[in-house]
């Protein structure tokens, strides 16, 4: 092993800087600075080389963590960028956005009393060097195939596959109802946890490489799926989940209620310059306002944040559960305290107050009871413990259920789980129909980047097998 390695011992956990608390509610603009060169090789150089890589286990692209750790902490940069990029097609957006307590750091084996190695910052500095210097480069198949696939669906899901079935040199469309090329990446996720440019700079790159975009398609109602079905030789199914989970309670109709995926696309759309009207009029936009945000998850910890930014005069979240049981990254919510939000927790929305317009939401104090089957502590309320808590502007963040598919695409065939989601193998991930594979939100439900990456991944590994087969086939009869 490289003596520059094992430094855990005399070498403390860093994070990239972090821009202080005032300076960050004043822009969108990502709130850690770059690694400076010395400290990411410091910090890469505390990894103890596990013989069994506990990170890399945990990591949902099995990212080969030590050894680019391993190249960082001596200096082969252009190497440990060969590496990261083999297994990950999207590695600075994981590096900034994958909740790494939970994967890859929170494995990691010298976590408890040393702290994990800095792995997320490492991964997303190698990989913006990469591109500052140059190395990242567009697909060149070595050969090119006559067979196409469509890619229903630009977000990362759709990404990884449609880069992985290009490299192998397939004729790759992908089709999206959005104007731009990323899904959640551009439009829900906002900028301080992903500036927009890095996300541009790889649709430009697939392009570049080959493959052909077509936004402002929806599939369903400009296509026909049974077109798509058609036209090409494989489908992968790659649409996300869309559908905001709702409340029905007393005031639920007033104004000034709004879904958090219209807020926070609002948002990201202003902040790419385009003209958003129910922003500028102030539906979709907290300037001036106070704000409570319903959710404790990561679409509710963006909100706040957002909220923070736009110029709120206060912003509560209101969940109810406590800060321990929150499904949120806990970094996330660390982020948004500093930043100013108030939490309000155990405690749960009973009413929309107002009479034309929202004016204060009535919630009720909870406890933590019994766990269920699934170990969590179930919320009760505590009777008579209900209070006010004013506002302008409320805001639900309560998650996402996958829309109607087998309807949108007037394909009865295409089998979905009790939950709507698509039934795809979890191995090969072809759905019920042949040819059609399905891949990340819509099939698992609400979940992470890096696993629409890895299932793309997957998917496109198993369509290669599958079109290699029909074309030996075609040959053959
Ligand atoms: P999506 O990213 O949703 O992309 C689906 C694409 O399909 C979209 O572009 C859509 O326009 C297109 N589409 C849908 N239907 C059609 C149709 N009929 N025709 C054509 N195109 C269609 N994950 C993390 O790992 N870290 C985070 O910090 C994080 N933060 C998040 C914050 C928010 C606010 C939200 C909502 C999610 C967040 N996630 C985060 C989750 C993550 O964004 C998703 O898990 C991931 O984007 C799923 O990828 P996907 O490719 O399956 O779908
Ligand atoms: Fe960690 Fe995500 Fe990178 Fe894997 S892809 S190493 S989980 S940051
Ligand atoms: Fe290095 Fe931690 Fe991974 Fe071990 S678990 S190889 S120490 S990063």
Redesign the pocket.
Request: hydrophobic content about 45%.
């Given at each position: 092993m490289s003596k520059k390695m094992l430094k855990f011992v005399s070498i403390d956990k860093q994070m990239p800087v972090k821009r202080d608390a005032d300076s960050r509610r004043e822009d969108f603009n990502e709130i850690y600075e770059e690694f400076q060169t010395e400290k990411a090789r410091e910090q890469a150089s505390r990894c103890s080389q596990c013989g069994i890589p506990f990170c890399q286990v945990h990591c949902p692209v099995q990212n080969n963590i030590p050894d680019w750790l391993n190249l960082t902490a001596n200096g082969r940069l252009d190497e440990a960028y060969e590496l990261s990029q083999s297994t990950n097609n999207l590695p600075e957006i994981c590096g900034r956005?994958?909740?790494q307590d939970r994967l890859c750091e929170g494995s990691c084996v010298i976590e408890k009393g040393f702290n994990s190695v800095t792995i997320g910052a490492v991964e997303k500095y190698i990989t913006d060097t990469a591109w500052e210097k140059g190395w990242v480069k567009p697909n060149a198949p070595r050969i090119e195939l006559d067979q196409s696939v469509a890619v229903?669906?630009?977000?990362?899901?759709?990404?990884a596959a449609a880069d992985q079935l290009r490299k192998k040199g397939y004729q790759v469309h992908v089709?999206?109802?959005?104007d731009r090329v990323?899904?959640?990446?551009v439009?829900?996720?906002p900028g301080f946890?992903l500036e927009k440019d890095v996300v541009e700079r790889r649709a430009k790159l697939l392009a570049d490489g080959g493959v052909t975009f077509h936004l402002n398609?929806?599939?369903?109602?400009d296509i026909t799926f049974a077109d798509i079905r058609e036209k090409h030789d494989a489908v992968v199914i790659?649409?996300?989940?869309?559908k905001a989970r709702d409340i029905s309670m007393p005031g639920s109709g007033l104004k000034g209620i709004v879904p958090?995926?219209d807020y926070?696309t609002a948002s990201n759309r202003k902040g790419l310059g385009d003209t958003v009207p129910d922003f500028e009029n102030g539906i979709l936009n907290a300037d001036g306002k106070n704000v409570v945000v319903i959710g404790g998850g990561?679409?509710a910890m963006?909100c706040v944040r957002t909220a923070i930014r736009q110029g709120a005069k206060s912003v509560k979240c209101l969940y109810r559960r406590d800060r321990k049981n929150m499904p949120g990254?806990l970094r996330?919510t660390t982020n948004a305290e500093e930043e100013g939000v108030d939490f309000v927790w155990l405690s749960a929305p009973k009413a929309f107050l107002g009479d034309d317009t929202v004016t204060a939401v009535k919630a009720i104090e909870m406890h933590l009871g019994i766990a269920d089957s699934t170990g969590r502590q179930v919320p009760v309320e505590i009777d008579g413990s209900e209070f006010d808590i004013p506002c302008d502007l409320a805001i639900k963040a309560l998650g996402?259920d996958p829309?109607d598919i087998p309807a949108?695409f007037n394909e009865p065939g295409l089998e979905v789980s009790r939950w709507g989601t698509i039934d795809a193998d979890p191995i090969t991930k072809m759905t019920s129909l042949d040819g059609v594979f399905a891949?990340?939100?819509?099939v698992r439900g609400?979940?992470?980047?890096?696993?629409?990456i890895r299932d793309?991944r997957d998917a496109a590994a198993s369509m290669d097998l599958y079109l290699k087969n029909t074309a030996r086939e075609k040959l053959a009869s």
């Open positions: 956005i994958c909740p229903i669906g630009a977000g990362p899901g759709g990404i089709y999206d109802r959005y990323g899904g959640l990446l439009y829900g996720i946890k398609v929806n599939i369903g109602e790659a649409t996300g989940v869309y958090a995926l926070l990561d679409t963006d990254s996330e996402f829309e949108l891949i990340g939100d819509i609400a979940s992470l980047v890096v696993w629409a793309g």
